[in-house]
């Protein structure tokens, strides 16, 4: 474990996107997209998946220099093709076009086709919370997940965020994986040899498995709420809309023919759209009421959930978006904290443009 | 249990609105939309209920004869006062408005206070299919589920509703409260004399219950992942946004000043807002791509997933919608089933009126 300052893992991550070829201010947007995962504390999504987008691009399935368009537009939605392009970069552009239309008719509502992974979802939700919004961030992703009922693997992890903003307290964040646990809870797991809970995968008969690796032999994620007697229908209604959303919405390609992260797998046959797809939308606190009296309220809300009986053992009711905030706090002074595997890996990535830095 | 014709139900249920003093329109309206619950398998929504309505009116907590008004709009969205309307009445009425906005700007979103229970909440999105757009609905509803880590009931079950319109296939269509089990499924147990699996409630110092009737001992109702390590903050943060969206953004009263549906428990002191809070939005399909382009690949969609490995022992995965669209056609030619103390129930409410034909 090493830590890096925010500021040089910073100028490192710019260095290799504007070597791969992106502009300075895509180079810029990447960059602070991708790092926010790793002040937020979602070491999964942060710098530890930078050789993953190399490879991608490598591999042509990322395109540095797109042309992110709008291609069907009425007053409160859009549609846009990403090109190809980091999904770090076609996401704010997307967000942007949803703020921009509520601030026209009250609410703005884009889908996108042609993407690739577009870091934390949770970013591109709280861009709507500086313009006294509330900020939606959805996306399908390569299939991890299998319905219920079933052993095939369908849906990807397929986040959702939903930012809300307040007054004096800090913005409502919620951001999570449709499912029981994120992918990069396992992998944590794996990294320790330690195994999982039951009711985070299952096996490749659809038995409970509490082994991390079941995904290397055909296992699967189980949607929130693990089994059917304790709601995995629903998990999967969400992860599915989430899909539809996102991919049949826009022309992305969604389901068991998602694109895959790892550069490595094959893109799958047939696929029935273009790329990832991800869904925002932006809705104008005063289309509904003055902003203040809402933030008014939302302080209330905040301050009573706050103050709700702890369970014994249990410190205090936390509000979504309070651990990551936390942790952005520490993290922006005191530094990052890498694994080595990360940390070796970056350099490696590094050493393919002959960015040192690390 | 006796079963009675969905033609009987229906004018039994309309002539006890109708001697509430709502009007022929609202009455008809609020039978179609509390019946569609028995038609489709959930019980604890429909004429069960029935008694509900007609005690929250006995204690002028319901007006029969309510002015349903917009009192702030955009051009995507509108917040209506129910002016303490029948939630069944209201909520139809706001479900159009958010329509009528989608087919002029793209979407429509309308936020309401000061209502009651609206029923099911994918009657509502129905609503929207027939024209073909995505339909949302949600609602709070009064404190039963403790937050992850706290022992104190703060939000209601607050169910969400998406209807999503398909081609030759039937509409994508999930309707679940965002908690591990909805309350009704408790209420059947109570009845059987049966125990609640693990993960569905907890008792009133939060250690994990198997108690049907812990409600009724200071115990709650667990948010959607049962407990911290399998995800039951996401079902909070759902519960929340729908709590939010549906009381914060309207002026209703929200988390645990949301009003009670049972008479006989009083309101909640020093409530923030007015009534129950409800939450609707509309998509035009073609606000984004060709309706005939979306609804082939959600024929595609709906096939594969039908065609999803089903796990050792499943019979086949299902598509959001599929088992009440199948009750639906097996109840409206062979009838509804109703447990002897909800008919016993029913004749006792009939008799308030001098209504008979049960």
């Known amino acids: 474990m090493q830590v890096f300052p925010y500021s040089q893992l910073y100028q490192f991550t710019f260095d290799v996107f504007k070597a791969m070829g992106c502009s300075e201010k895509d180079a810029t947007t990447a960059t602070a997209v991708l790092l ?9 999504h942060g710098v530890a998946r930078l050789s993953g987008y190399v490879r991608l691009w490598q591999a042509g399935r990322i395109n540095a220099t797109p ?8 007053p409160s939605t859009a549609v846009i ?5 980091l999904g770090l970069v076609v ?3 997307a967000m942007q076009v949803a703020i921009d239309k509520a601030k026209q008719v009250g609410t703005g509502w884009v ?4 993407s690739n992974h577009f870091g934390i979802a949770g970013y591109h939700a709280l861009m709507a919370v500086k313009e006294d919004m509330i900020g939606m961030a959805m996306t399908n992703a390569s299939a991890l997940v299998a319905p219920t009922f079933s052993v095939e693997k369908m849906l990807g992890t397929n986040p959702i965020a939903v930012a809300i903003p307040a007054g004096k307290e800090p913005a409502f964040v919620a951001d999570f994986a449709t499912t029981t646990a994120a992918n990069g809870k396992l992998e944590i797991l794996q990294r320790k040899n330690a195994n999982a809970p039951l009711g985070w995968v299952q096996d490749e008969l659809g038995n409970a498995s509490t082994d991390a690796n079941i995904l290397k032999k ?4 189980l949607p929130l709420g693990s089994d059917r007697e304790h709601g995995s229908h629903k998990g999967y209604a969400l992860g599915s809309i989430v899909d539809i959303f996102s991919a049949v919405l826009s022309g992305a390609s969604y389901g068991p023919w998602a694109p895959p992260f790892p550069a490595y797998v094959p893109m799958p046959e047939n696929m029935p759209g273009k790329g990832l797809g991800h869904f925002f939308g ?3 606190i005063d289309a509904f009421r003055p902003a203040e009296d809402f933030k008014h309220h939302m302080d209330n809300w905040i301050t009573r959930f706050r103050a709700a009986q702890p369970a014994e053992g249990c410190e205090k009711v936390l509000i979504p978006g309070d651990p990551e905030r936390e942790m952005e706090g520490i993290r922006i002074h005191s530094g990052i904290p ?3 595997p990360v940390v070796e890996d970056l350099k490696n990535t590094g050493s393919l443009f002959d960015i040192k830095g690390l």
């Open 81 to 85: 093709d990403g090109d190809a392009g």
């Open 282 to 284: 932006a809705m104008r």
């Open 91 to 93: 996401a704010p552009f």
């Open 218 to 221: 055909k296992g699967a994620l």
């Open 67 to 74: 042309d992110i368009r709008i291609i069907h537009e009425t």
């Open 111 to 114: 889908s996108v086709q042609n």
């Open 338 to 340: 890498l694994v080595d």
């Open 36 to 44: 926010s995962a790793d002040l937020r504390g979602i070491d999964s």
